[in-house]
């Protein structure tokens, strides 16, 4: 898979200049760059079907599987939340997370819609905002990647107008990066992305 964009919703305080920001930010590249599909197969090529329709389209949630994996294999917890100071994480663990000597480092693969994104940034920027994290990843899909999703997926270009507000938001000390993630390649000769229902969302 491949980065196509990291944006730094707000970097502030000693942090974003740290070795441990460095460390866990070299993590997630690694990480999602070894994201593929079909699993196993080394480059993350997609079933070039637009999600627009019903039943059209690919799913959302297998997609994160090996990006989480490759960040356990580098230290980082998964599905878990720090242990202290959980007033902002009351609605489910995150993919993944990590302790540096500044704090802790959450890690975020949007799978919801854009009311999930928004959602998955506010509790996020409360974390950084109270100290309970010092950094936060949110994976999102590129346009381009977005049109072969479930319709309506969390993406970057319907986040866009509202970084500047996100970046105002009082934090000390601490970074909130956005990366924007795309497929390889395309071919009708790999599977579709099976999708998973949760809810009334399909991802």
Known sequence: ???????????????????????????????????????????????????KKRDQG???VPIKIPCVAALKASGWSKEKLPPEKRKTFKTGKLDALIETSAGWVAFEWETGNISSSHRALNKLIQALGRGELVGGFLVVPSDALAAFLTDRIGNIRELRPYLEGWGAYPVANGVLRIVVVEHDATSWDVPKIPKTTAGRAKG
């Open 58 to 60: 690919n799913g959302v």
């Open 1 to 51: 898979m491949k980065i196509v964009e990291t944006v730094d919703v707000l970097a502030n305080g000693p942090f974003p200049a740290a070795a441990e920001w460095a460390k866990v930010s070299a993590d997630v590249e690694r990480a999602v760059k070894a994201t593929d599909w079909p699993h196993g197969s080394g480059t993350f090529t997609i079933y070039p079907e637009s999600g």
